[in-house]
């Protein structure tokens, strides 16, 4: 009896008349047949099981080349009177639609490079030792021996974040000696 006014939300009269017309049997009955229906709800940070019928769809659809997409995103858009634009999101104001279009170049700041990176690509082997010595000249705390290995270890950086002026330079000076130069 208490499962059946808990169940149901019954008041105790409630319960006092089902139960002396004999409605009892069939209250319960009922009660029986709604709990077959109910579903347990999925706990919180859990996955909600997917339906099957939606996961069917999902794999016919993935299944589809580009052109059958292309196809199928026609016949939704027909059969559900969808406009071929993109709708806005709901945030947008129509104002900036109504304004004059900006050049791309106007309207994107100019990004001036102040920075640049020299690399030696490669070398002419005929003139290596020139170039090795122009290396040991022209980089700062290196002697020979660096200066062989850091030549022979082409393609390599040379120097990094320096000026436009300084790497122009660089690339000048080592480009006379055979060095094929990078500025980046």
Request: glycine share 4%; charged share 30%.
């Amino acid at each position: 009896m208490l499962k059946l006014r808990a169940v149901l939300g019954l008041t105790r009269a409630s319960l006092r008349h089902i139960s002396s017309t004999g409605g009892v049997r069939n209250a319960e009955a009922a009660v029986a047949s709604s709990a077959d229906k109910l579903t347990i709800p999925v706990p919180e940070g859990v996955d909600k099981p997917a339906n099957p019928k939606l996961v069917s769809i999902v794999d016919n659809i993935a299944a589809l080349n580009l052109l059958e997409v292309s196809e199928l995103s026609g016949l939704l858009k027909k059969r559900l009177n969808l406009p071929d634009a993109a709708l806005m999101p709901a945030g947008f104001a129509a104002a900036p639609m109504a304004a004059a279009p900006v050049d791309e170049e106007e309207a994107a700041p100019k990004v001036v490079k102040t920075s640049f990176k020299v690399k030696l690509v490669k070398f002419d082997e005929k003139q290596k030792v020139a170039l090795i010595k122009e290396v040991k000249n022209l980089l700062e705390g290196m002697n020979l021996v660096q200066a062989k290995k850091f030549v022979e270890s082409a393609p390599t950086i040379v120097k990094e974040d320096i000026p436009k002026e300084e790497a122009e330079k660089l690339k000048e000076a080592f480009t006379k000696v055979g060095a094929v130069i990078e500025i980046e």
